[in-house]
């Protein structure tokens, strides 16, 4: 606040009542304390009396996902939230909806909550764009995608390797014809799935320009859409992998509508609730959130204690699961 009084040419009582909106300040000056606060990057400091009582922690860290209503986001949530419950430090989870200045804004909110630490599913290109310079000593962690820009803990699933794992258990059950649903192609997760799909059908001799690749399908409706129409063309595949439990759903919607669940196999990465109790049950590559966010806890509380060893990226492994949906066979 002193270095903005100070660029503002004004004293600290005005730059307080600028920033929390109070009287008594004209257009003018009101105008050179926000134009000096944006230029160093000044953010109202909501906690400074807690943090005073509290030895300079505010027993709060922040959590920005995708999405909260996601079954995979509120999983990592829930560890987290049980894992750090026993320091006493609370929980603020926001949803980025995967948009990059929205991904800016909220860790600029959290930082003017002072949280003790951070823990983030990047979308932006580059977190040195929204993290600012001043505040990368921040102990933080990344889940499900790694930091661009600046050097941070992640913990991740062996995206590419699920993926192709995938390809191979329906290879195995006789899938030459194969197609693949994915995410938006700006998501770093949506890419290296759909590229350990493709390499490995690649290896096995398929060709990948063979095989149909519908992307960009970031909710339910548009990954039923693109099923209806692969399925719907004059030579369909029978087989499709389906790269988030979101296309999973629209996928099934689509195979349901079609009368061809039981003619097509399928295959989706994330595993979901009910979903050995479907007929056929769905062959997932599940990944595990729970453990995800329980090493991310553990990974953000070392470096609040003080942890200073160089940034890693831990991998939690995923698992195939055969529930009867992937092991259909090509239809005779």
């Known amino acids: 606040m002193r270095h903005v009084a100070a660029l503002a040419g004004v004293g600290i009582k005005t730059v307080s009542r600028v920033m929390n909106d109070e009287p008594g300040v004209s257009e003018a000056t009101r105008q050179r304390v926000l134009g000096a606060s944006q230029q160093l990057n000044y953010q109202l400091d909501m906690a400074a009396g807690s943090l005073r009582r509290a030895g300079r922690q505010t027993l709060s860290i922040g959590l920005l996902l995708p999405s909260v209503a996601n079954p995979f986001s509120s999983e990592i949530h829930r560890a987290l939230e049980d894992a ?60 499900d995608r790694e930091p661009v820009g600046i050097e941070a803990d992640a913990v991740v699933t062996d995206n590419a390797v699920g993926a192709a794992r995938a390809a191979t258990h329906l290879m195995a059950h006789g899938h030459t014809k194969l197609a693949y649903l994915g995410d938006r ?134 698992e195939l699961i055969q529930r009867g949906s992937g092991e259909l066979p090509p239809a005779a």
Not at 109 to 132: C, E, H, M, N, W
Not at 309 to 316: E, F, H
Request: aromatic share 6%; no cysteine.
């Open 84 to 143: 750090l419950a026993a320091r006493g430090i609370a929980v603020f989870a926001a949803s980025l909806d995967d948009d990059p200045e929205r991904e800016k804004s909220l860790v600029a909110a959290f930082l003017g909550r002072r949280v003790d630490g951070l823990v983030l599913t990047p979308i932006a290109k580059s977190q040195a764009y929204v993290i600012p310079e001043h505040s990368r000593d921040l102990p933080m962690v990344f889940i």
């Open 185 to 318: 192609t700006d998501i770093q997760t949506a890419r290296e799935r759909r590229r350990g799909f493709l390499e490995e059908l690649g290896r096995a001799g398929i060709p990948t320009s063979s095989v149909p690749v519908r992307e960009g399908l970031h909710n339910e409706e548009l990954a039923r859409q693109a099923a209806l129409e692969l399925m719907n063309a004059e030579n369909p595949p029978t087989a499709i992998f389906s790269s988030q439990n979101l296309i999973t759903f629209g996928a099934m919607r689509a195979l349901k509508e079609l009368g061809a669940s039981r003619g097509t196999a399928l295959v989706g990465f994330d595993d979901f609730t009910l979903a050995d109790m479907m007929d056929p049950g769905i062959t997932v590559i599940a990944q595990h959130p729970d453990r995800i966010g329980k090493l991310a806890a553990e990974r953000l509380l070392a470096r609040i204690d003080g942890d200073d060893q160089p940034a890693q990226t831990y991998i939690v492994p995923s």
